[in-house]
């Protein structure tokens, strides 16, 4: 998501946040999901390269606000399957995988391996 901001998508991971933008798909990502983005766009300085100077506000703005993410729920059943993945996964991407299998969703727009067991795009 952060790579998104700056405009540094590969072509896969470009065109479905194109098709979030107009209203042809969604993109969903859970609170820890777009809290990471808001922490690296916030924290790091550059994005894919990009030199970037923002705020925790603008951030959110520009994914969700006035941008083409929508925060997905988290409910009992997203920590249950939570709970089953904790010991294969960091947090952060158990989380991300149990909102994923629960809420059905197609894919998993990322390029980190830690991902592999799920159906991901990017490239």
Do not use: C
Not at 81 to 100: K, P, Q, R, W
């Amino acid at each position: 998501m952060a790579r998104y901001l700056v405009d540094q998508l590969p072509p896969a991971a470009d065109e479905a946040f194109e098709r979030a933008e107009q209203g042809i798909d969604m993109i969903e990502a859970p609170t820890v999901t777009v809290s990471e983005a808001i922490w690296t766009a916030v924290n790091k300085g550059k994005i894919a390269g990009v030199e970037v100077n923002t705020t925790p506000n603008a951030v959110l703005r520009g994914l969700v606000n006035d941008g083409p993410v929508q925060i997905a729920p988290t409910d009992d059943q997203d920590l249950a399957v939570y709970g089953s993945l904790i010991d294969h996964h960091t947090m952060h991407d158990a989380l991300l995988i149990a909102n994923h299998r629960v809420r059905g969703t197609e894919a998993i727009i990322t390029r980190d391996g830690a991902f592999s067991t799920e159906k991901t795009v990017w490239g």
